[in-house]
C-alpha cells in the first residue's frame, strides 16, 4: 500500500510562488506515475499535471503551463509541484495521485485517469 502525504501548501500573494510536495511511504515511488489534481470551491476536481515514472514525460493543464512545474525525485520517494506567478484562481485543494505502472507504455506516460493512490490534500490560496 502506498501513502501520499502533500506540504508545502498555504496562503500566498498573488505573482507569488509555492512548492508543493508529496512523499510517499509504503512503497518505491519508482513503480508509479504522479499525477497533481486540484478541486476549487464549487468547481469539479481537474488534473493540473503529471510525469511518468522516470520523469521523461510531463503534461501540464494549458491553464498552468509555463508556470507549474512537476518534477520528481525516486531516490527520495517524493514529487514536487513548483508553482510560480500564482493567481487567485489557483486558489484550490491540491492533490497528489499515483497510478502503478503496469506496462511499459505506462511507465513511460502519464495521465490523469484511475488513479490508484490519493493524497488527502493541501490548501493553496492565492489572495492579497
Not at 25 to 37: E, V
Not at 47 to 69: E, H, L, P, Q
Not at 86 to 99: M, N, Q, R, S, V
Request: aromatic content about 10%.
Amino acid at each position: 500500500q502506498l501513502q501520499l502525504v502533500e506540504s508545502g501548501g498555504g496562503l500566498v500573494q498573488p505573482g507569488g510562488s509555492l512548492r508543493l510536495s508529496c512523499a510517499a511511504s509504503g512503497s518505491t515511488l519508482d513503480h508509479y506515475t504522479i499525477s497533481w489534481f486540484r478541486q476549487a470551491p464549487g468547481k469539479q476536481r481537474e488534473g493540473v499535471s503529471c510525469i511518468s515514472v522516470y520523469g521523461g514525460r510531463t503534461n501540464y493543464a494549458d491553464s498552468v503551463k509555463g508556470r507549474f512545474t512537476i518534477s520528481r525525485d525516486n531516490a527520495n520517494n517524493t514529487a514536487y509541484l513548483q508553482m510560480n506567478s500564482l493567481k487567485p484562481e489557483d486558489t484550490a485543494i491540491y492533490y497528489c495521485a499515483a497510478k502503478y505502472g503496469r506496462t511499459a507504455s505506462g511507465r513511460r506516460n502519464c495521465d490523469y485517469d484511475g488513479m490508484d493512490y490519493w493524497g488527502k490534500g493541501i490548501l493553496v490560496t492565492v489572495s492579497t
